[in-house]
């Protein structure tokens, strides 16, 4: 079956920096666009970042804009996200997602991760 397994994540301080890594099974990883959410206790999941199937397309939020690098490697089935420069606002339980759809939001995606958390302290 399908799996999406996210890890990096973690307590860190303000201005630190974190790589997200979401590894993908089950799924032809190349043929799918993908996808950077997170959602903050009592918040609805937001999107973060996602990009095209080889990546050279790719959209940031604007609160993560200029801090936040998606990328992914085809050949590792595996989607990062490169965070710098992080704040107290990016702590959030961080999800990937994959779909054939474009762009990539969350009621289109198709598979998820099980998350990972990451906290920024102030």
């Known amino acids: 079956q399908v799996q999406l397994v996210e890890s990096g994540g973690g307590l860190v301080q303000a201005g630190g920096s974190l790589r997200l890594s979401c590894t993908a099974s089950?799924?032809?990883?190349?043929?799918?666009?993908m996808g950077w959410f997170r959602q903050a206790p009592g918040k609805e999941r937001e999107v973060v970042s996602y990009c095209s199937t080889l990546g050279r397309v790719t959209y940031y939020a604007d609160s993560v804009k200029g801090r936040f690098t998606i990328s992914r490697d085809n050949a590792k089935n595996t989607l990062y996200l490169q965070m710098n420069s992080l704040i107290p606002e990016d702590t959030a339980m961080y999800y990937c997602a994959a779909t054939s759809s474009w762009p990539v939001v969350a009621t289109n995606a198709e598979y998820w991760g099980q998350g990972t958390q990451v906290t920024v302290s102030s």
């Open positions: 089950g799924l032809n990883f190349g043929n799918y666009k």
